[in-house]
């Protein structure tokens, strides 16, 4: 008769709790979320007596973190290097054995001696003061979330580390019953909760055997009926994690079994698979009370990955063998291991001479045989390798991607060239290509091949770096740079040459041929330029200037270079660079015309001046002339035959005068034809402004 889940829950796996039922777990979170949600972060103060405590009380509530006083509950420190005696507190912050868990925000004078101040103390962050509330809780969440992905960091080494402790206890441990045990209990330590349990289940669907359980090393193969267990019956069902929180109200408990778990206190349940060979044939059950109240999703995560782990240690395991009545088990897999081991000497001998790595891993990828070439680059002798998880044999910096090439040649399919970073015996690190796929599907055994790509990886990453800084170096250019093959196909055109033709790059390269950017005839005129050595030497041409071919069919003046580039010899493609000359020529246009301007006003002056002059000397000689002409008339009669030549003579000097006149009054330079093509100085239109 097996016990009921009352009697039970002090010795198995019982427990239930709020339940995310069927939850497929997601991706491990980048920061470690506290288990204990219902308490926030908390930061100190130091020196307590410090000037910014009411500053930091309202920020703290604002940043989401709870201000506390010591270190024991502290997760940051604010550091107030502005305050009156701060060093005694401060060298017990650094004394604290919690030092090293602790994130520091430091406040300092705005100086170079205040920030100099901090810097032994490398803090997450430095704040001047005087300092805003808005900026200091923006300080404080920033510093939190350090603090949590730091914590995040840690936890995922730490779990990474038992992972890897435990899959080396798997692959080498025969007592499996204590490893089980063994399991449990650093489960339950890790995670701090009152019990951990492995579940296989029975012959038939309504039984289970715990097998082993953290808090009780003498408890194994207790069986109990699993009607009374609704989500180990759940994970079977649904062959997914079963997590259960606000365990003594979740619906996936009966009544009686929300009672039982409220008297034990306990608060969430989790219940993970052992999938073996594609069944659910067994549970790893967990339940969480006192100060833990749920189990996050990283923990989840990494609960997952131990449950798989766990399932393939006991694939052929004595104790499910037990559990099925299968006493022969454990004699039968050794003589098939021996029996496996001697299959492979003929796949040994070949492997020796081959230059690659080489590795024969089996089902829980343990190493078989690792070839001379693999051990000389792993550093590490042939003899140690064997037997060992391939984990510990190469030290992987990323396990994840280990983990799923070998897992994906365990279900048969084969993967190659994956770049796997590992460290060597000797500590040195290298970047390995891997090659997977299944030996023989019956024994589950895969085959690793590796070869050492670090230095290839090294120049593909400085290769690719000199192309980004040289392909950013081109765009950033001002100027058009255009490049095409022999053919006029274009194969680059910068940002520099969208802008001065209208296209855009894509539209080029798929599109155009280098010579609809010219007129016609004048890319063929270039290129014969460039073969020839008159402009610059053979395979360049000189500044130059040509004419390009706008989108919108505007023809844009540009001062132009170019060259042939060759490999070995043989012309491979042309590159120009194009300048703008369109702003430079209106603004020659416009300083040519403001010299013509200034040279017809320097005319103009000129001759104002010499009218000037010649009507001031003309005036004086001209008045004496008509003068004497007036007298002379005056003196005779107009029956005198002198009188008409004399009054003619007066006539014309006035006409003269006249004209001395309009002289005096030139202002502008204004021209008329004379004789032939002979020009004059045209009086009227030159004097005409005047009247």
Known sequence: MAPDRGAFESDCPGGAGACRVGRTPPLAPTLHVPSSLEFALGITLVPPASPARELL??????????????????????????????GP?????????????????????????????????????VIAVPVSPHELVFR????????????????????????????????????????????????????????ATLVMLGRNADEGVIVAASDDPALKDLRIELSRYPEIREVMRTGRPVVMDEAPTHPLLGDLERRAVAARGIHAIAALPLPIRGQVRGVLLLRAAGRRRTFTAREIDFLTTVAHATAVALRNASVLQSVRGQTEAEKTARLAAEEQAASFKPYQLFFAHVSEGVAILDDKASVLSLNPSGAAMLELPATEARGRHLHQVTQPLDDGVLMELVTAASRGESRSGVDVEVRTGAGRRLTLSMSAAPLRDEDAATILSFRDVTDARKLEDELRQTKDFLERL????????????????????????????????????????????????????IMATLRGSEHGGKGRMALTREELVHRSGERVPVNMTASLVYEGGREVFSVGIFTDMRDRMKLERKLSDVETRLEESEKSAVIVALAGTAAHELNQPLTSVMGYAELLKRKLKEEDFAWKPVDIIYREAERMAEIVRKIGKITRYETKAYMGEQQILDLDKATSHEE
């Open 57 to 86: 009380t309202v920020s703290a509530a604002r940043a989401g973190l709870r201000v506390v006083d010591g270190m024991e509950a502290a997760a940051l420190v604010l550091v107030d290097l502005t305050a009156p005696g701060n």
């Open 89 to 125: 507190a401060l060298r017990a912050v650094l004394d604290s054995p919690r030092a090293s868990h602790i994130t520091l925000v430091a406040l300092v004078e705005p100086t170079e001696q205040g920030f100099a101040a901090a810097e032994p103390l490398r803090p997450a962050d």
């Open 140 to 195: 404080l969440q920033r510093a939190a979330g350090r603090h949590l992905e730091r914590e995040g960091q840690e936890r995922g080494q730490e779990d990474l580390a038992l992972l890897l402790e435990l899959t080396a206890d798997y692959a080498e441990t025969s007592d499996v019953e204590a490893l089980l045990h063994g399991v449990t209990r650093r489960l339950a330590e890790k995670l701090d909760i009152a019990r």
């Open 474 to 525: 081109i765009d950033s250019s001002v100027d058009a740079i255009i490049a095409a093959d022999l053919k006029g196909r274009i194969i680059l055109f910068n940002k520099g040459a969208e802008a001065l033709c209208g296209y855009t790059a894509q539209e080029a390269m798929a599109n155009l041929t280098v010579e609809q950017l010219y007129q016609p005839g004048v890319a063929r005129k």
